[in-house]
């Protein structure tokens, strides 16, 4: 089972750009999908981003196209985020995620996801 951290979050103003980083152990990371997704207070998590195990694909909720850019380094078993332009709308816990299957090219729903990061919060206010 591969274990995923989250790092990166915090207080930011409208505007702002942050990067979030997803670690994870194990020898595995590079042969799954993995994706980003997020949940507010009060809503049920939403997909956000997602890449192939080589990176080459990717995907996008509509909500984020354009100001998010999800990478992935396999040398160092870690993901990232990188948020710009963010608004208060993107306030949330983020969550990273390694697809269930390894076959598939991109997962962008939950159900896909069978190992989670604990999550890291993300605030966007002024």
């Known amino acids: 089972q591969v274990q995923l951290v989250e790092s990166g979050g915090g207080l930011v103003q409208p505007g702002d750009s942050l990067r979030l980083s997803c670690a994870a152990s194990?020898?595995?990371?590079?042969?799954?999908?993995m994706g980003w997704f997020r949940q507010a207070p009060g809503k049920e998590r939403e997909f956000v981003a997602a890449?192939?195990?080589?990176?080459?694909?990717?995907a996008y909720a509509d909500s984020v196209k354009g100001r998010f850019t999800i990478s992935r380094d396999n040398a160092k078993n870690t993901m990232y985020l990188q948020m710009t332009s963010l608004k208060s709308e993107d306030t949330a816990d983020y969550y990273c995620?390694?697809?269930?299957?390894?076959?598939?090219?991109?997962?962008?729903?939950?159900?896909?996801?069978?190992?989670w990061g604990q999550g890291t919060q993300v605030t966007v206010s002024s």
């Open positions: 890449i192939s195990w080589s990176g080459s694909s990717t």
């Open positions: 194990g020898r595995t990371f590079s042969a799954y999908p």
């Open positions: 995620a390694r697809a269930r299957a390894s076959y598939v090219t991109i997962a962008t729903r939950t159900y896909q996801y069978d190992s």
